[in-house]
């Protein structure tokens, strides 16, 4: 009886675990299923907790985005930009990229889309909403592309009041990733290396990001509603002939185009908004097949269930489930190996910007001096692609880990052309009397406002009062019209370099 007994004991000890796991794998299974099947969400939901409700874990990890709230401003830390950027919105105020959860409060909150009082004033386009949220998909669906590409930024203020969400990559009646912005297939399509038709499961993991992490510009572009004459001001991607820097000047060049003329130098610039797909294809990662998702959105394990995690940011900050994934040693070899390249960037750019912006300042010198136009020609045409060549380079958030040996190239040539430009600027400055000019100091961020003539308490003031009435009054109506998710500002506290 006993021998019985124990042999009994030992099989209920081995069957009660393997019922637990079968039972644990079947619930697994049901809420991969689950998370497999296609929930009722509307079409055009724009609100991603909602989104949340059938998603949780994707929705968890991407809220998780409102921990990046830290504000660092790089003008503080490198005024030369300032000078760089004298005439263009840039100079005004530029911070390190926050989470996505912060995208559409700092596109509001900067100084750089000024102070308007309704909706027909203040300085920039419509298309500055353009990759701040799922509620510009909306819009365009609703009004039309080119209607939404035009008229002022302030025009959608009660409209685009969701920030970059699921409604942004996901089809909502499939849950499969979707291009939401034509301009990319459109840009696809004048490249010509990836067609629209072609393009794949893995490549979505990365195009459903170049939609926001790319080259752009404004087209202008006329068009007509209901006999009425409008412009638009149409985001469009200088693909034409390529992804390189030296390809996109070509076509800028060819299309006469130019983001500003700058007003010390008069030179007509470019500025490159932030060209992380255009560095991302050039580079090893994307040649090894890897997608913008592999690294910046990883696979999590939670029991059975894996899933995507929605927390976007720096592979560097989950180094053993991105980067070693591929790489070999430890997170601690690994992070030195990337400070000490990045700090060979970062050696380079501080070099460009301190020759572009002294190339600046000494033609402005040159044109006080009463030089010509042919002679400055040569001279702006190095700094319009010394600069170029400088932003392409340092306006993609993650380019020197992309592709380290472009950025690096396209970095020298950078310094190659100011160095061109100061060159040149030496013999117009001597021909006028002045072959010993020194550019004045910018040293500090009010340095260099000063040299640029900018009343930077002046623009501060304006931003308040706007703060404090019409974005008050935007979240109001948007609350009201059903539009506004409060779960997606939920204890945001107001952060800015100027306040």
């Known amino acids: 009886m006993k021998k019985s007994s124990v042999v009994f004991a030992l099989c209920v000890l081995a069957i009660v675990p393997m019922v637990l796991l079968t039972v644990s794998i079947r619930e697994n299974k049901a809420e991969q299923q689950a998370m497999n099947a296609v929930p009722p969400i509307k079409p055009g939901e724009t609100r991603s907790s909602e989104w949340g409700k059938y998603y949780p874990r994707q929705y968890d990890t991407y809220m998780q985005t409102k921990k990046s709230d830290e504000i660092t401003d790089v003008l503080k830390h490198d005024p030369a930009l300032i000078v760089m950027w004298a005439g263009y919105p840039f100079s005004k105020d530029y911070n390190k990229p926050r989470g996505h959860y912060y995208a559409l409060e700092d596109n509001i909150n900067t100084l750089r889309t000024g102070a308007p009082v309704d909706n027909k004033t203040g300085p920039l386009p419509t298309a500055c909403w353009t990759c701040k949220s799922p509620d510009v998909p909306r819009l365009i669906k609703r009004d039309g592309e080119m209607e939404f590409f ?296 009010e340095k260099a406002q000063a040299l640029v003539g900018m009343d930077f308490a002046k623009l501060v003031e304006e931003k308040k009062t706007f703060l404090n009435t019409l974005k008050q009054e935007w979240f109001k109506k948007s609350e009201a019209k059903g539009l506004y998710d409060p779960a997606s500002r939920k204890d945001m506290v107001l952060k800015t370099s100027y306040n």
């Open 150 to 445: 035009t008229g002022k930024w302030a025009k959608y203020g009660d409209e685009v009041v969701n920030t970059i969400g699921c409604g942004d990559c996901h089809d909502s009646t499939t849950m499969k990733l979707t291009l939401t912005r034509d301009y990319l297939k459109r840009g696809l399509d004048a490249e010509g290396s990836l067609k629209t038709a072609d393009i794949t499961h893995q490549d979505m993991r990365s195009l459903v990001c170049a939609q926001c992490h790319a080259e752009y510009y404004f087209k202008k572009t006329e068009w007509e509603d209901k006999g009425e004459k409008k412009t638009a001001m149409v985001v469009t991607y200088p693909w034409n002939k390529g992804m390189s820097a030296e390809n996109m000047e070509e076509y800028y060049d060819s299309y006469g185009f130019s983001d500003w003329t700058h007003p010390l130098s008069k030179t007509p610039m470019l500025k490159a908004q932030h060209p992380d797909y255009e560095t991302f294809v050039t580079g090893v990662h994307s040649r090894n097949g890897l997608s913008c998702a592999d690294c910046h959105m990883p696979y999590v394990q939670e029991g059975g269930v894996k899933f995507t995690s929605h927390k976007v940011g720096s592979p560097l900050d989950n180094i053993a489930n991105t980067c070693l994934n591929c790489h070999q040693g430890t997170e601690k070899e690994f992070r030195a190996t990337v400070e000490r390249k990045l700090a060979r960037k970062e050696e380079l750019a501080k070099m460009a910007t301190d020759i572009l912006a002294k190339a600046h300042l000494e033609a402005a010198k040159a044109w006080s001096l009463g030089a010509t136009e042919e002679e400055m020609k040569p001279v702006l045409q190095d700094i319009r692609h010394g600069q170029w060549r400088w932003d392409y380079a340092v306006a993609g958030h993650g380019a020197f880990f992309h592709a380290p040996e472009e950025t690096l190239r396209v970095l020298a040539g950078a310094i190659n052309k100011g160095q061109d430009a100061r060159v040149k600027l030496r013999v117009v400055l001597a021909k006028h009397n002045a072959a010993d000019f020194v550019a004045p100091d910018f040293s500090t961020k």
